[in-house]
C-alpha cells in the first residue's frame, strides 16, 4: 500500500499541514513553512491552500 498524507500530530504549529507534508515527502518542516510563507507572500494563493488541506486532510487514527 501506497503513502497517505495525514496531517501531523507531533509537528504541527497550526494545523499539522506543513508537519504532515513534511512527514510525507520525508522533508525539514521548515522547509515547507517557508514555502508557504513564499506561496503566501509572493503568490498569493498560500493561504487558501493551506486552509483547504487542513479540512481536506485526514487526520491519523489513534486505533
Given at each position: ?37 513564499f506561496l ?24
Amino acid at each position: 500500500m501506497g503513502k497517505t498524507f495525514y496531517l501531523s500530530e507531533t509537528d504541527k504549529k497550526i494545523g499539522g499541514v506543513c508537519g504532515g507534508i513534511a512527514e510525507y515527502f520525508d522533508i525539514d518542516p521548515l522547509l515547507v513553512r517557508i514555502g508557504f510563507l513564499f506561496l503566501i507572500f509572493g503568490v498569493g494563493c498560500g493561504l487558501l491552500l493551506y486552509i483547504l488541506l487542513w479540512i481536506l486532510a485526514p487526520k491519523r487514527s489513534s486505533i
